[in-house]
């Protein structure tokens, strides 16, 4: 299926590693050029690189900070001069959840992943809507739905208000905005947890990760590049029909309906 991609121009933050660096992936393979943008101005420039070399698209390195309004605002500036524009926003960057944030990391997680996506928002949406078309993509997580994690949940469940609200105001202008919740994703990050449970545990690491993948449909871990996917049709003009609504990606769990 072509997704009509080739030509748009995109911001990934949170982009170095991870999902969101296979979402740069994904959107690069299909034409876009893309700014992946990292706290870590050498990660995020040897990511860059690697990635533009592998897909022979346009990929540039930003480092920014999404937590900083004038980080966001300089990084914005950066990312328009070097692409001409931005025609896809997908926010990502966030501190790595290793099992139960802390409750008293309520106000940073806060500050990151969500007043931060709205910073990037503000800094990208103008020029989308003047345009008459763009995507918004917000990545959260499937702590939206579940117990265990009050700021874990906290943080999901503000995104996607943030999205559905932000759906409702800029659809009218052509600007489609949506939330992907993963769940349980075979990241370097997600495995290096694992091993990290299974080591203070006793246990090893493959049998946590049964119990991980037994709570899923698929009864597996939902890998990188899956995730990525569905981003890359949410970004895509066929993805129109799509708007407000969260888009859950953890392998389908067992037990819940939701509707």
């Known amino acids: 299926m072509d ?17 969101g660096f296979a979402i740069g992936r994904a959107l690069a393979a299909e034409g876009v050029s893309v ?20 897909t022979g698209a346009e990929v540039i390195g930003v480092a920014a900070d999404t937590g900083d309004d004038a980080s966001v605002r300089a990084m914005a500036a950066t990312v328009r001069d070097r692409l001409g524009g931005v ?5 990502n960057a966030a501190a790595m959840n290793p099992g139960a944030i802390p409750e008293d990391a309520l106000e940073a997680e806060i500050n990151v992943k969500v007043r931060g996506y709205l910073r990037c928002v503000r800094a990208f949406a103008p020029e989308m809507t003047e345009r008459g078309w763009g995507r918004i993509v ?5 702590g939206a739905r579940m117990t265990g994690s ?15 609200n932000l759906a409702d105001e800029l659809g009218p202008s052509g600007v489609n905005v949506n939330s992907v919740h993963p769940g349980a994703t075979r990241t370097s990050t997600f495995v290096a947890n694992l091993e990290r449970r299974a080591a203070a545990s006793g246990r090893s690491t493959q049998e946590l990760e049964r119990e991980w993948a037994a709570a899923a449909s698929i009864e597996r871990l939902v ?22 609504d969260p888009v859950n990606v953890g392998g389908g769990l067992k037990g819940s309906i939701y509707y």
Do not use: H, W
């Open 87 to 91: 025609d896809i926003l997908v926010n």
């Open 223 to 244: 890998e990188p590049s899956e995730v990525a996917a569905v981003v890359a049709f949410l970004a895509s003009p066929l993805s129109v029909a799509i708007n407000g």
């Open 3 to 19: 997704l009509q991609l080739s030509g748009r121009r995109a911001v990934i933050t949170g982009g170095s590693r991870g999902i």
């Open 35 to 54: 700014a992946l943008v990292a706290r870590s101005a050498d990660q995020v420039a040897e990511q860059a690189a690697l990635l533009g070399s592998e």
């Open 150 to 164: 009050v700021t874990g949940s906290v943080r999901n469940v503000a995104v996607t208000a943030m999205t559905k």
């Open 138 to 142: 917000n990545i959260g997580g499937l």
